[in-house]
């Protein structure tokens, strides 16, 4: 899944949600409120070319992870997630940093 909420930045100013204050929501966003490409819009693009060619994952169910001990990983530092088409089976692997922070 893809959430849009943060694809495009803005600020409120001074509409919602109160009108003594503006609000900024374009932080981390890949078009920034000035339209220009932030430097998540490669990374959401790529995403989005990568969908369009891996058929199967647009339809899955999680089958499990790393943390409730359906996925084995050797690595304390990674959380693997298991997702699976059921219409032809193809499954997925998701690996990332158990610690958020982590480079």
Do not use: C
């Not at 699976?84 to 690996?95: C, E, H, V």
């Amino acid at each position: 899944m893809v959430n849009l909420y943060m694809v495009f930045g803005g600020t409120s100013w001074g509409h919602l949600p109160f009108p003594g204050v503006y609000t900024s929501y374009d932080y981390g966003s890949a078009i920034e409120e000035s339209r220009e490409l932030g430097h998540k819009y490669g990374s959401l693009k790529s995403l989005g070319l990568f969908l369009r060619s891996a058929v199967d994952l647009r339809y899955t169910n999680v089958i499990g992870n790393s943390t409730d001990g359906t996925v084995l990983t050797n690595n304390d530092a990674v959380i693997a997630t298991l997702l699976q088409n059921p219409f032809t089976k193809a499954r997925f692997y998701f690996l990332r940093h158990t610690r958020v922070t982590s480079t």
